[in-house]
C-alpha cells in the first residue's frame, strides 16, 4: 500500500511549496508539469517560489494525457537531471506527471489547482493510450500541496465534477461488491467502506457546498484525498471506478472532451445506481444540489451517444466485471436513460 508522506490542505499553502519540499528531503531540479490555464495562474508561481528556494526547475505544458506526452515529460526531466516531478494543475496534468516520475525513477508532488478528480492523491494514472482511456499502475505522490485559496477559485463546474467523481465511488463499490460475490474477485473491505463513506459524507454534505467558499474547497479535496487512499489500500482504481466511469469513458470515445471527467462519472452514476436497484433519485438530487450536470442535455449530449455509450460501456477494461454484465440491449440502454432522466 503506497501513501504519501506529507499532505498539506490549507490556505495559501503552495506559498511554501519550497520549505515543503525541503522537509521532503527532494533535491535537485524539479520538472513542473502543468496546462496552459494552469501555468499562467499557478505553475509560473510554484517555479518561481521553488527557484527562490534553491530549486533549478523547468516547465513543461500539456495539453492531453495522453503517453506521449509522458514520454516528453521522461525526455524533459532526464535532460534536466530531474530530482523530483511535479504535477500542477488539473487530473491531466498531476497523470502525466505521475506516471513520467515513476518511469524517471524520481518521486512526484501532486499540486492539484482544482478539486475535480480523486487522481490527486491515488497511485494510478488515467491515460489515453492507443486511442482508449487506460489505469496505468504509477507511484502515489510523495507530498501533495492542496492550496484552499486556488482551488476555491477554480471555474464552478470542477467542484461540482469533483462531487460527481466521489460520488460515483457509491456504484464503483456496488460492482466491485458483485464482482466478489459472481467471479470470487478479490476485494478488500477497507477500501471499499472508506470508499463508501467518502461518497456519502459529500452526498450528505451536498446543499452545503458552494463554489467560491474555501470551506466547501478543502471538505471536497479532503474526500478526493480519502477516496484516493482507498484505491491505493486496494492497490488499484476499483473503489472509485465501476460501470459508471466505463459509461464515462464509453463518451469520451465517442465524442472526446464533451465534458469533464467528473461529470460524465455523474451521469453515470444515476443511471447505474437505477441499474443496480438503489436509489438513484438520492443520487440525481446530491448532484443538482452541488451543480453537477444530471442529464445528456445539461452538457450538450446527443441521446444517441448517451445510448451508444450504455450498449458499448462494457467492452471497455473487459476484465472488470460490474453491473453491465455482457451489455445492454439497445432497448433495455434506452428505457434506464429515459427512466432516470438522463436523456
Ligand atoms: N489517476 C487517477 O486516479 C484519476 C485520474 N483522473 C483523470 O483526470 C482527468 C480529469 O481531471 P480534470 O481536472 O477534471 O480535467 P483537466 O485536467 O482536463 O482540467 C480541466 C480544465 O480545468 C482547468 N483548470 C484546472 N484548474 C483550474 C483553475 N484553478 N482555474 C481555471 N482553470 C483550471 C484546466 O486547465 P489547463 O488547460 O491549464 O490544464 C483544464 O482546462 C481525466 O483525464 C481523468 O481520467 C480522474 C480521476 C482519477
Ligand atoms: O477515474 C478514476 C477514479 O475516479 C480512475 O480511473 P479509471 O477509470 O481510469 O481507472
Ligand atoms: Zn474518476
Not at 494525457?65 to 488539473?90: C, H, N
Not at 467502506?193 to 479535496?221: C, D, F, H
Request: include cysteine.
Amino acid at each position: 500500500m503506497e501513501l504519501p508522506r506529507l499532505v498539506v490542505v490549507g490556505s495559501g499553502v503552495a506559498r511554501e511549496v519550497a520549505e515543503i519540499s525541503r522537509d521532503l528531503k527532494l533535491a535537485g531540479g524539479a520538472l513542473i508539469v502543468t496546462g496552459p490555464r494552469t501555468c499562467e495562474l499557478v505553475g509560473g508561481e510554484i517555479s518561481r517560489r521553488l527557484e527562490e528556494g534553491g530549486f533549478e526547475t523547468a516547465l513543461m505544458i500539456t495539453k492531453f494525457s495522453k503517453i506521449e506526452e509522458v514520454e516528453r515529460a521522461e525526455r524533459m526531466a532526464a535532460d534536466m537531471g530531474a530530482g523530483f516531478l511535479v504535477g500542477v494543475g488539473g487530473g491531466r496534468s498531476i497523470d502525466v506527471a505521475k506516471l513520467a516520475s515513476v518511469r524517471v525513477g524520481v518521486p512526484f508532488v501532486s499540486i492539484p489547482t482544482a478539486a475535480s478528480h480523486d487522481g490527486i492523491c491515488s497511485a494510478q494514472a488515467s491515460l489515453t493510450i492507443d486511442g482508449e482511456t487506460t489505469s496505468v499502475s504509477a507511484q502515489a505522490p510523495f507530498g501533495i500541496v492542496a492550496d484552499t485559496a486556488i482551488i476555491s477559485q477554480a471555474p464552478k463546474r470542477l467542484l461540482a465534477a469533483g462531487c460527481g467523481d466521489i460520488i460515483s465511488n457509491i456504484t464503483a463499490v456496488r460492482d466491485w461488491k458483485l464482482a466478489h460475490r459472481l467471479r470470487g474477485e478479490e476485494y478488500s473491505e477497507y477500501a471499499s467502506a472508506l470508499s463508501e463513506m467518502t461518497a456519502r459524507m459529500i452526498v450528505e454534505t451536498s446543499s452545503e457546498l458552494k463554489p467560491g467558499l474555501e470551506e466547501s474547497a478543502r471538505i471536497v479535496v479532503k474526500a478526493l484525498i480519502s477516496s484516493g487512499v482507498a484505491m491505493s489500500i486496494a492497490g488499484s482504481s476499483r473503489p472509485a471506478s465501476g460501470s459508471e466511469h466505463k459509461f464515462a469513458h464509453a463518451i469520451n470515445r465517442i465524442e472526446p472532451g464533451k465534458a469533464l471527467h467528473g461529470e460524465l462519472c455523474g451521469l453515470g452514476t444515476i443511471v447505474m445506481m437505477y441499474l443496480h436497484g438503489g436509489d438513484w433519485r438520492m443520487i440525481r438530487e446530491a448532484l443538482e444540489k452541488v451543480g453537477a450536470p444530471t442529464s445528456a442535455a445539461d452538457i450538450g449530449l446527443a441521446e444517441e451517444t448517451v445510448i451508444e455509450a450504455l450498449t458499448s460501456a462494457h467492452t471497455i477494461r473487459p476484465e472488470r466485471y460490474t453491473i453491465l454484465g455482457s451489455g445492454l440491449t439497445r432497448e433495455a440502454a434506452a428505457a434506464a436513460a429515459k427512466k432516470t432522466k438522463i436523456i
